[in-house]
C-alpha cells in the first residue's frame, strides 16, 4: 500500500469516528474501508497520533470514539444558563422604565396603580437592566430610573427605538392578554411569575443564572 493510500484510510477513519454520535465499532469502520484495509494497524496508527492531543482516541468494547484526554478533563467545564421567568412585578416595571424614561418610582407606580416594592428594583438592578439618573428637581427629589445597555443586550436591541411598538405588541397578543399595568389596579406588589409571550419573540422576559459544570467525556 502507498502512502497515499495509508494516508486516505487514516483520514477516512478520523473522519468516521469523529463525525459518529455514538463510538463507532470496529466492524463498521472496516465495512466503510473493505476488505484490504488492515484495520489493527491503521486503528493503532490513529491512536498514536492522537496520544499526545487534546483528545484521545479511545477502544471500548470493541467500539472506537474520540475522548477528552484524561489530564486535561479536570480543567473542561461548560457553562449552562437555566432559565427562568422574571417575577410580574419586576416584568412590569422594566417595561415602563424602557418605555416611559426617564421615570420615577412614583410615575411607575402611578401606571402600574400599586405601589413598588424596593425588591422589585433590586432585581432589576442586580440584573444590570436599570441604573439611577438625576434627580428630579421636584418635591423630594426623587431619582429617576433608565434602562442599560445590558437591557438592550440581552433582548438582542441596539437602541430603545427598537422596542415593539403598539401594533406589534397588539400583534403578539401581549396588550390583550395582560391590561394590568396601567387599567387593573392590584392590592399590593406581588412575586408572581410573569405572563411572557413565546421565547421566539425578542422581548420574552427571561433570566439567565450561569451554573457550571465539568464536561462529559465526547
Known sequence: MSDIDQTH???????????????????????QLGEGADMPALL????????????????TDGAWSFRTAPDISPQMK?????????????????????????VTRSDIESIRGVDTSKGTLDILLELGWIRPGK?????????????????????NLESLK?????????????LDARPVMATMPRDSDDETVA??????NDFAVWVTEETESETEAA
Request: hydrophobic share 40%; aromatic share 6%; net charge negative.
Open 135 to 155: 434627580r428630579r428637581d421636584t418635591p423630594g427629589r426623587p431619582l429617576t430610573w433608565f434602562t442599560t445597555n445590558e437591557f438592550l443586550s440581552h433582548f
Open 195 to 200: 405572563d411572557v409571550p413565546d421565547e421566539d
Open 44 to 59: 493503532a496508527q490513529l491512536k498514536e497520533i492522537y496520544a499526545l492531543r487534546g483528545v484521545n482516541l479511545v477502544e
Open 162 to 174: 427598537d422596542l415593539p411598538g403598539l401594533d406589534e405588541l397588539k400583534a403578539a397578543g401581549l
Open 9 to 31: 484510510e487514516l483520514r477516512l477513519l478520523e473522519a468516521m469516528i469523529f463525525a459518529g454520535s455514538e463510538p463507532v465499532t470496529t466492524e463498521m469502520l472496516a465495512k
Open 78 to 102: 461548560i457553562t449552562r444558563q437555566p432559565r427562568r421567568k422574571l417575577p410580574r412585578a419586576a416584568a412590569e416595571v422594566v417595561a415602563i422604565i424602557a418605555y416611559h424614561q426617564p
